[in-house]
């Protein structure tokens, strides 16, 4: 994905009409956000089940009190 982006990025740097410059951007912006988005949900699928178990915790420890 890295790879594509470098290359849409030089191909962005190579053009000079507006339009096609535009699209370029666009496509560069949607695939960073595209590797953020994937970025954030491998972070909650790993914290979830910790999150989780801490909440789980916590409960038995209140309803013990």
Known sequence: ???????LQA????????D???ALEEDVTGKI???SWCGICAEVDELL????????KEA???DHA
């Open 60 to 62: 038995n420890m209140s």
């Open 20 to 22: 096609e410059q535009r």
């Open 49 to 56: 089940p910790m999150v989780v178990d801490y909440l789980r």
């Open 11 to 18: 191909k962005l740097n190579e053009t000079e009409d507006e």
């Open 33 to 35: 956000l595209w590797l």
């Open 1 to 7: 994905m890295f790879r594509e982006i470098e290359a």
